[in-house]
């Protein structure tokens, strides 16, 4: 689960988050589901650029942005010229590409041992 956490260690959608469709949809076709409150944004900056994540954090004056990798974007308020959802999660979608069958096995059952136990999907759990 070590590429899970890159994200979902960070202030991604927490991973029992999964429990209310199918966790093994959620893996094989992540845009299928998104979580609401972290759809996928671009954000078009003044200077032409571009960057893509979901929003960790906001204030007046800036915005932390998680991008596909895991890593958080600090882009100032002033800095960017709009941003609008785009229509794929942020979640990688080859990501059964790089799990082995035992991973993706050991991912399943950790996400099915959270739902037997009745783990509020509001609480944080952070995967071993």
Known sequence: MQYCTICHDKKAPILTGVNHH????????PDAQITEGYETLRFTLKDGN??????AEETE?????VDQTGTSLILQNE???FHQVVAYSTMPINLIDILSFQD????LGYLKSLAVLGVNSNEWVKPD
């Open 22 to 29: 199918d966790p093994l949809e959620a893996i094989l076709i």
């Open 50 to 55: 571009s960057d893509f994540g979901f929003i």
């Open 61 to 65: 004056t800036l915005i932390d942005v």
């Open 79 to 81: 800095e960017i010229a």
């Open 104 to 107: 993706v096995a050991d991912l």
